[in-house]
C-alpha cells in the first residue's frame, strides 16, 4: 500500500514497480486508451515475455475474486468494515470488478 499511497511513481524497490502498477490499474480500469498506452510501454520497457507474465499474474488475482464473489464466500467481518474505506484509499473502487465486491 505504501508503493500506491506514498511512493507514487517510484518504483518502490521493485524492477518496474510502477510501470506494472500502472499496468494493473489500467487491466482493472475501463479506459482501453490507457490499457493499450501502458501495455504498449510494458512491452517496449519489459519485453514480451514480462507482459505476458504481469498480465497473467493480474488476471489469476481477478480470476479468484470473481470465483470468489461468484460462489458467495463470506468476508470476514473486519474485511466487510474495512473494505469500502480501503478500496475507496487506493482508488480501487473505481476497478470493473468494484461493481461485483460486497461493501
Known amino acids: 500500500m505504501n508503493v500506491v499511497k506514498e511512493l507514487g511513481d517510484d518504483d518502490g524497490g ?8 500502472r499496468l494493473c490499474d ?9 490499457m493499450a498506452n501502458v501495455r504498449q510501454q510494458v512491452l517496449r520497457d519489459m519485453g514480451p515475455d514480462q507482459l505476458v ?25 473486519i474485511m466487510l468494515k474495512a473494505g469500502p474505506a480501503i478500496a475507496a484509499s487506493i482508488g480501487a ?8 465486491t460486497p461493501g
Open 53 to 77: 507474465d504481469a498480465v497473467g499474474v493480474s488476471a489469476m488475482f481477478h480470476m479468484m475474486n470473481r470465483v470468489a464473489n461468484a460462489t458467495g464466500t463470506p468476508l470476514d467481518p
Open 14 to 21: 521493485v524492477v518496474h514497480g510502477a510501470l506494472l502498477a
Open 93 to 100: 473502487d473505481t476497478f470493473i470488478s468494484a461493481d461485483d
Open 26 to 34: 489500467a487491466v482493472a480500469g475501463k479506459d482501453t486508451e490507457v
